[in-house]
């Protein structure tokens, strides 16, 4: 039977306070007009992450994935490097999906992590994730998941969020299957590439997050609280690279 710590040590991804591997994050500014993420194209130095944009680790225990911006294919575009490694970048925003439904990226995956297995806690891994963060209170959610909102709140200093989504690189499943967290019901990964498809090469990605939440949590979503990015590969021991470009929200028709 698993003690506590071990139950929640890997929710504490997501609820983990930051800390701060290289680059280092640029001073806060004041929130834009935009929900976007502050864009890592238009980034003014490469030595420094686009203002917003903050690192989160699992523990203290954890290694960091190392993330840099580089000029790739005449872009500047954030690299992942995980080595045997779990942390990830977020950004804090505001976002009502009924006004901005789809969501909007572009990633580049150059190889799989072979060992890699999203249905198996113990090799839960992916080169390239892009997570998404609701608005919520521990009021709103079932028993079971209060528990586990006061062990992560007790053991890392802030509780879960109230509903996470990660779109995923899988091995094996197809694009637009949903996992759910082995720890947890509140977090829900959804396939959006999908094994050797797409590998080493530029992928557009554009998904209608307010009918993705819909179809995972069978509710209608709060406001989006933060969105970030996220490459490990703590369980199954491997190093994978990935690169993110800009992510963007995008408004229903008219």
């Not at 130095?45 to 294919?73: C, H, I, M, N, Q």
């Not at 490694?85 to 995956?109: I, K, Q």
């Not at 892009?130 to 919520?136: K, L, N, Q």
């Not at 200093?157 to 197809?174: D, V």
Request: neutral net charge.
């Amino acid at each position: 039977m698993r003690t506590a710590h071990a139950r929640l040590l890997p929710l504490l991804l997501v609820a983990a306070c930051a800390t701060a591997p290289p680059p280092a994050p640029a001073p806060a500014v004041p929130a834009p007009s935009s929900p976007d993420p502050a864009p890592f194209s238009t980034a003014a130095s490469l030595e420094v992450l686009p203002a917003g944009w903050k690192p989160f680790r699992l523990t203290r225990f954890k290694k960091p994935t190392s993330y840099r911006l580089v000029r790739r294919d005449g872009n500047v575009v954030l690299e992942a490097d995980a080595d045997r490694s779990a942390s990830g970048l977020e950004f804090e925003t505001h976002v009502d999906l009924h006004a901005y439904p789809w969501l909007a990226w572009r990633w580049e995956v150059p190889r799989l992590n072979p060992k890699a297995n999203n249905t198996l806690s113990h090799v839960e891994d992916s080169p390239a994730r892009v997570v998404v963060i609701f608005e919520g209170g521990r009021e709103s959610l079932p028993a079971d998941e209060q528990i586990n909102y006061d062990l992560a709140r007790a053991l890392g200093g802030r509780g879960l969020p109230y509903a996470t989504m990660m779109y995923i690189w899988e091995n094996r499943l197809p694009v637009g299957s949903v996992i759910t967290h082995h720890f947890t019901s509140r977090i829900k990964m959804i396939v959006a590439g999908n094994g050797e498809r797409g590998l080493g090469a530029w992928t557009e990605v554009r998904v209608n997050l307010l009918e993705d939440y819909r179809r995972a949590f069978g509710e209608e979503p709060p406001r989006v609280r933060a969105v970030g990015v996220m490459s490990d590969s703590d369980n199954t021991g491997e190093r994978t690279v990935a690169w993110y470009g800009d992510i963007r929200f995008e408004r229903a028709a008219p």
